[in-house]
């Protein structure tokens, strides 16, 4: 069983950044692919990033691509989400996600375990 527990959202400006960080229980985190998610209101949750287990691979929703990186700290079973140039439409509940394996998969069902969610509110 895993926990992940996030933090660092928060109410920003538009073009200001945020670290989102989720932090795993267990032994093992290096064998698990992370993921992030965000899930507006009114919509349905959608893939944001992911990163290998080894953090040798990673993945982009496009409409991050240049503005978020994922990276993680195995040693601290810590996976991170820098945000930057943030607009309104980044507003969102955002969850990390974690499944043992190799891979980072960009959809979110092969995902065993969930956050619980931090709010990202970006004003305009």
Partial sequence: QVQLVESGGGLVQAGGSLRLSCAASGRTFGNYAMGWFRQAPGKEREFVAAISGGAANTDYADSVKGRFTVF???????AYLQMRGLNPEDTAVYYCAARKGPSAPVTSSPYDYWGQGT?????S
């Fill in 72 to 78: 993680r700290d195995n040693a601290k079973n810590t």
């Fill in 119 to 123: 709010q990202v509110t970006v004003s």
